[in-house]
């Protein structure tokens, strides 16, 4: 698959960083978002990331240059899905939007043009009923904020071509991402399927007053998040099983999780309580800091954990 150029469609969290992402990769960026001042905005921000990029030594000056100089904002979708190879698609999450952006891309590009979603929770089977080209049609879903994080979960709908996710898969690991393909549909892909089953026990747990809300998130980030950052749950208890492996592992302590399953939640929404409980749980970490000031933080680490695991 040859891309060149790629359209970014939505401007908001995900798009300036996509738009920073391929930037970097050395693809000419158009970006457009409905709103010209949230456009102005996401153009700000994706130089920003750029210029943060350069500044951990991650990209040369030279390349942060071109890169920024890779992206221009443009007034109007025909615009941007002209002379493109790529859509990135990140505009506001509902159907409506998606069927009226996919109706007008599906029209506007020729048949060989990718048109990829960032969607986090919508179906590609439905958003793509209103295209002639359902087959060139995928959720591409980031995990945030994708100029630093490797995660693209690769979703199908079902007429998506095979053709169409194996050529993303290949164009993505070329550039460095770790691309994860679904074989069916599900609410939420991979990830976001997990980490809401973490969210609700870690939640429980503050809830059930076992433990406090930065104690839960100690319990995770220095613990078992470690060995996340290298290894998914099931190579870790692999591991975990010693010399007899996965066998042993769910032979031995198969049982005791059995214990933990039958005490742990099961609800299917968010207890009215727990939103106060967990708002003044997270005052209490966050220790005054201000939220720019954590993310700066955050992707600071992120950049020197990715330099390691790359090594
Ligand atoms: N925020 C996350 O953590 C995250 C992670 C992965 C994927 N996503 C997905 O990325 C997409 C965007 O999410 P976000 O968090 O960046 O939202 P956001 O609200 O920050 O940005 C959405 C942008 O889309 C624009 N928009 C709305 N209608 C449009 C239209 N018709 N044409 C062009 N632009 C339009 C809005 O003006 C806004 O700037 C969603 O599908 C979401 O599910 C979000």
Same mark, same amino acid.
């Given at each position: 698959?040859?891309?060149?150029?790629? @359209?970014?469609?939505?401007?908001?969290?995900?798009?300036?960083?996509?738009?920073?992402?391929?930037?970097?990769?050395?693809?000419?960026?158009?970006?457009?978002?409905?709103?010209?001042?949230?456009?102005?905005? @996401?153009?700000?921000? $994706?130089?920003?990331?750029?210029?943060?990029?350069? &500044?951990?030594?991650?990209?040369?000056?030279?390349?942060?240059?071109?890169?920024?100089?890779?992206? &221009?904002?443009?007034?109007?979708?025909?615009?941007?899905?002209?002379?493109?190879?790529?859509?990135?698609?990140?505009?506001?999450?509902?159907?409506?939007?998606?069927?009226?952006?996919?109706? $007008?891309?599906?029209? @506007?590009?020729?048949?060989?043009?990718?048109?990829?979603?960032?969607?986090?929770?919508?179906?590609?089977?439905?958003?793509?009923?209103?295209?002639?080209?359902?087959?060139?049609?995928?959720?591409?879903?980031?995990?945030?904020?994708?100029?630093?994080?490797?995660?693209?979960?690769?979703?199908?709908?079902?007429?998506?071509?095979?053709?169409?996710?194996?050529? =993303?898969?290949?164009?993505?690991?070329?550039?460095?991402?770790?691309?994860?393909?679904?074989?069916?549909?599900?609410?939420?892909?991979?990830?976001?399927?997990?980490?809401?089953?973490?969210?609700?026990?870690?939640?429980?747990?503050?809830?059930?007053?076992?433990?406090?809300?930065?104690?839960?998130?100690?319990?995770?980030?220095?613990?078992?998040?470690?060995?996340?950052?290298?290894?998914?749950?099931?190579?870790?208890?692999?591991?975990?099983?010693?010399?007899?492996? =996965?066998?042993?592992?769910?032979?031995?302590?198969?049982?005791?999780?059995?214990?933990?399953?039958?005490? =742990?939640?099961?609800?299917?929404?968010?207890?009215?309580?727990?939103?106060?409980?967990?708002?003044?749980?997270?005052?209490?970490? =966050?220790?005054?800091?201000?939220?720019?000031?954590?993310?700066?933080?955050?992707?600071?680490?992120?950049?020197?954990?990715?330099?390691?695991?790359?090594?």
């Amino acid at each position: 698959m040859k891309v060149q150029s790629v @359209g970014i469609v939505g401007t908001g969290v995900i798009g300036s960083s996509w738009a920073a992402f391929y930037a970097t990769k050395g693809f000419k960026v158009k970006m457009f978002d409905v709103d010209p001042s949230l456009c102005q905005k @996401g153009l700000r921000r $994706a130089t920003d990331y750029v210029e943060f990029l350069q &500044t951990q030594d991650s990209i040369s000056e030279n390349a942060a240059n071109q890169a920024i100089s890779d992206i &221009t904002m443009v007034n109007n979708l025909d615009e941007a899905i002209k002379d493109i190879q790529l859509v990135q698609e990140s505009a506001l999450e509902t159907y409506e939007v998606k069927h009226q952006l996919f109706k $007008a891309m599906d029209a @506007g590009t020729p048949p060989d043009v990718i048109l990829a979603s960032s969607s986090s929770g919508l179906l590609m089977t439905e958003i793509q009923k209103v295209t002639q080209h359902p087959e060139r049609c995928l959720i591409a879903h980031p995990f945030n904020p994708p100029h630093l994080i490797p995660l693209v979960e690769l979703v199908p709908g079902e007429r998506t071509g095979n053709h169409t996710i194996s050529k =993303m898969k290949t164009f993505f690991e070329g550039l460095g991402k770790i691309p994860v393909v679904l074989k069916k549909e599900a609410p939420g892909h991979i990830a976001n399927r997990l980490a809401a089953a973490m969210w609700r026990e870690a939640t429980d747990i503050v809830l059930k007053g076992i433990a406090s809300v930065e104690d839960v998130d100690k319990a995770l980030f220095a613990g078992p998040g470690l060995r996340y950052a290298l290894m998914g749950q099931h190579l870790i208890y692999h591991l975990g099983g010693g010399e007899g492996g =996965m066998e042993h592992f769910v032979d031995h302590l198969g049982p005791a999780f059995e214990q933990c399953w039958k005490t =742990m939640a099961t609800w299917t929404s968010l207890p009215p309580e727990a939103k106060d409980v967990l708002v003044n749980g997270i005052k209490d970490e =966050m220790r005054g800091k201000s939220l720019a000031e954590m993310a700066q933080w955050r992707d600071e680490k992120l950049i020197k954990l990715l330099q390691v695991i790359q090594e």
